[in-house]
Structure formats: C-alpha cells, structure tokens
T-cell receptor
Framework: DAGITQSPRHKVTETGTPVTLRCHQT?????MYWYRQDPGHGLRLIHY???????DKGEVSDGYSVSRSKTEDFLLTLESATSSQTSVYFC?????????????????FGPGTRLTVL | KQEVTQIPAALSVPEGENLVLNCSFT??????LQWFRQDPGKGLTSLLL?????REQTSGRLNASLDKSSGRSTLYIAASQPGDSATYLC???????????FGRGTSLIVHP
C-alpha cells in the first residue's frame, strides 16, 4: 500500500470554527489531491497540488483553502466550518509517469477523515 | 468536461456468478482509466489501471477492458465471492489532463 496517512481520522467541530486536515505521504509523489465524498454526490475534487506551492481548484473549492510547503504534506483548511462541510474527506497522491510514449497517472488514496460540523 | 457514468448502480448476485460492471465516459482523449474498490467506511483501493494504449489489464479474477473510441470500459469479475462485496468506482481524466473524474460507482453484494 502507498504510504499515505491522514489526520485526524475523526473530528467533530462546531459551526464557525477553523479546521485543518493533514495529508502526509512517504512516496515522494508530485501530485496530491483532496476529495470529499457524500451520499448522492460521489467523490468530488476540492483542490489539488502538482508540486510544492503549486495548487489549483477543483469543482467544489468554495470555503476551502490548501497549502503545500513540503512535498510530503498537503493541508486542507476550512476557514469557518459550516454544516454543509460535514463529509468524509479523502487525500490521494499520484506521480504521472511514462511507459514508452504513453503517459499515465495512477492514484492512491488515504484512509479518509470523517468530519462532522454541528 | 469529462462525464463518467457507471451502470448498474447496484447489483446483488449469488456466489459463483461471473459479473460485468460498466463505465462510460464522454471525452475519449484520455491518458488512462483506473478502477477502484471501496469497502464500507474505508478508503479507495486501486484495482487496475489501463493506459490509453492498452486494451485490457488482468489481475487475478479481475479483467478490465478499455474501448476509447466508444468511451467504454468494463470490469469483469470471474467466479464472484462474498468477499467481492464492495463499491466499485471508475476514474477517467479529461482530455489532456491528469486529473480524473469519478463515476458514482456500482454497489455489489455477493451473497453465499
């Protein structure tokens, strides 16, 4: 299994408080991603990073910010948590590669963080 | 924007059956397609990745095929077992991008 850890694994917080989730990898992969998974919506991309200090928005980025100051760590911050941000959050990593002339990008996922905002 | 559809959404079968799960996508200019398994309350586990130049990949009782021209992939599970019960997701990037879009998944139950 790819070396990906997420912390905390569970968190309960109150509306309006800031929350930071951490993803840590030991694989030296260039790309890191944050997703949220909700019933009826599937897996949706929040933000991703393609290198240290290089990040971009996904389809559901409003209310979230990210930072990546080291290759191995990718932080997701909810500046002021709302009940609509109650979800399971997954981190993923990948390192686009080449096989001959063909490029590919295989993702590996962390165990997830269950966040409840009351 | 890539759109990924998985059919059926749910499947319940007796042990021993051979299964086919379907994944269709709208943008065929892709680098690869990846199949995942997710057990309840757990993260996603990578099962198979098919590169754009490949037609199929096999791992044990699993075989995944890719037809880029028609925008389809199938995951074939041979001789299903109760331990295969899980949700299966496919992920496909948009043309020219490495960033995948996920289907909603197929929830599989294999009963003894």
């Amino acid at each position: 299994d790819a070396g990906i850890t997420q912390s905390p694994r569970h968190k309960v917080t109150e509306t309006g408080t800031p929350v930071t989730l951490r993803c840590h990898q030991t694989e030296n992969h260039r790309y890191m991603y944050w997703y949220r998974q909700d019933p009826g919506h599937g897996l949706r991309l929040i933000h991703y990073s393609y290198g240290v200090k290089d990040t971009d928005k996904g389809e559901v980025s409003d209310g979230y910010s990210v930072s990546r100051s080291k290759t191995e760590d990718f932080l997701l911050t909810l500046e002021s948590a709302t009940s609509s941000q109650t979800s399971v959050y997954f981190c993923a990593i990948s390192d686009p590669s080449k096989s001959g002339t063909t490029s590919y990008n295989e993702q590996f996922f962390g165990p997830g963080t269950r966040l409840t905002v009351l | 924007k890539q759109e990924v559809t998985q059919i059926p959404a749910a499947l319940s079968v007796p042990e021993g059956e051979n299964l086919v799960l379907n994944c269709s996508f709208t943008d065929s200019a892709i680098y690869n397609l990846q199949w995942f398994r997710q057990d309840p309350g757990k993260g996603l586990t990578s099962l198979l990745l098919i590169q754009s130049s490949q037609r199929e990949q096999t791992s044990g009782r699993l075989n995944a095929s890719l037809d880029k021209s028609s925008g389809r992939s199938t995951l074939y599970i041979a001789a299903s077992q109760p331990g295969d019960s899980a949700t299966y997701l496919c992920a496909v990037p948009s043309g020219g991008s490495y960033i995948p879009t996920f289907g909603r998944g197929t929830s599989l139950i294999v009963h003894p």
